[in-house]
T-cell receptor, first 109, second 112 residues
Framework: RKEVEQDPGPFNVPEGATVAFNCTYS??????FFWYRQDCRKEPKLLMS???SGNEDGRFTAQLNRASQYISLLIRDSKLSDSATYLC??????????FGQGTELSVKP | GAGVSQSPSNKVTEKGKDVELRCDPI?????LYWYRQRLGQGLEFLIY????????KSGLPSDRFSAERTGESVSTLTIQRTQQEDSAVYLC??????????FGPGTRLTVT
C-alpha cells in the first residue's frame, strides 16, 4: 500500500463546476500536508499548505482530518487554467516529502 | 529572482555510459532534493541534502546512483553505467522550509 493515495482520476468537468479531490495517508506520524500542482510536462509547484483547521485561498479550500488520515482539496468555479495534475504531499518528519501519484483534472469549455 | 536551474535540459546517452546532472538551487535554500519521474508516473524521491550532508539517501535505486552537494549550493547527481530503465525526468528542488519546495525544470534523460 502506498503511503499517500489519491483518487486516480482523470476528472473531466465543465467550466464553473466544483470539484473535490481526496487523499489518504497511512503514517499517523505525518506532521504537515500540502497540495502541489503539476502542469503537463512541467515541474510541480506548491499550491497550498493544509492546516488542521482547514484553509482557503480564493477558489481553493483544503481540509485535513487527522483522525481519519484524510486530506481534501475543493476547487470552486473551475477555470480552464485549473487543468493540471494535483499532488497530495505529506511530510513525516524532517525534510522528506512523500508525494501521491496525483489526480488529473481536465476542465472543459 | 532566479529560480532553481538544472542542466542539461535534455540528455541522450548510450546504455553503459555515465551521466552527470547538475542542479543550482535558489540562493540561501539549505535543503535540496532530487526526484525521478518516469513518463506518466508520480515523483520518486531519490535523495535529499541538508546543507552538504545527505540525511536520507533511501531513494537511490542502486549503487550506480550517487549525489553530492558542495558549498551548500550546487548539487550533482551521477548515474554510472546507465540502463534503459534510467530514462526519466530528473527533478531537483530546493527548500527554505519544510514542505515548501521549488522545483527546477528538470533534466530529461533518454538512455538508448
Amino acid at each position: 500500500r502506498k503511503e499517500v493515495e489519491q483518487d486516480p482520476g482523470p476528472f473531466n468537468v465543465p467550466e464553473g463546476a466544483t470539484v473535490a479531490f481526496n487523499c489518504t495517508y497511512s503514517n499517523s506520524a505525518s506532521q504537515s500536508f500540502f497540495w502541489y500542482r503539476q502542469d503537463c510536462r512541467k515541474e510541480p509547484k506548491l499550491l497550498m499548505s493544509v492546516y488542521s483547521s482547514g484553509n482557503e485561498d480564493g477558489r481553493f479550500t483544503a481540509q485535513l482530518n487527522r483522525a481519519s488520515q484524510y486530506i481534501s482539496l475543493l476547487i470552486r468555479d473551475s477555470k480552464l487554467s485549473d487543468s493540471a495534475t494535483y499532488l497530495c504531499v505529506v511530510n513525516r518528519q524532517g525534510g522528506k516529502l512523500i508525494f501521491g501519484q496525483g489526480t488529473e483534472l481536465s476542465v472543459k469549455p | 529572482g532566479a529560480g532553481v536551474s538544472q542542466s542539461p535540459s535534455n540528455k541522450v546517452t548510450e546504455k553503459g555510459k555515465d551521466v552527470e546532472l547538475r542542479c543550482d538551487p535558489i540562493s540561501g535554500h539549505t535543503a535540496l532534493y532530487w526526484y525521478r519521474q518516469r513518463l506518466g508516473q508520480g515523483l520518486e524521491f531519490l535523495i535529499y541534502f541538508q546543507g552538504n550532508s545527505a540525511p536520507d539517501k533511501s531513494g537511490l535505486p542502486s549503487d550506480r546512483f550517487s549525489a553530492e552537494r558542495t558549498g551548500e549550493s550546487v548539487s550533482t547527481l551521477t548515474i554510472q553505467r546507465t540502463q534503459q530503465e534510467d530514462s526519466a525526468v530528473y527533478l531537483c528542488a530546493s527548500s527554505p522550509r519544510t514542505g515548501e519546495q521549488y522545483f527546477g525544470p528538470g533534466t530529461r534523460l533518454t538512455v538508448t
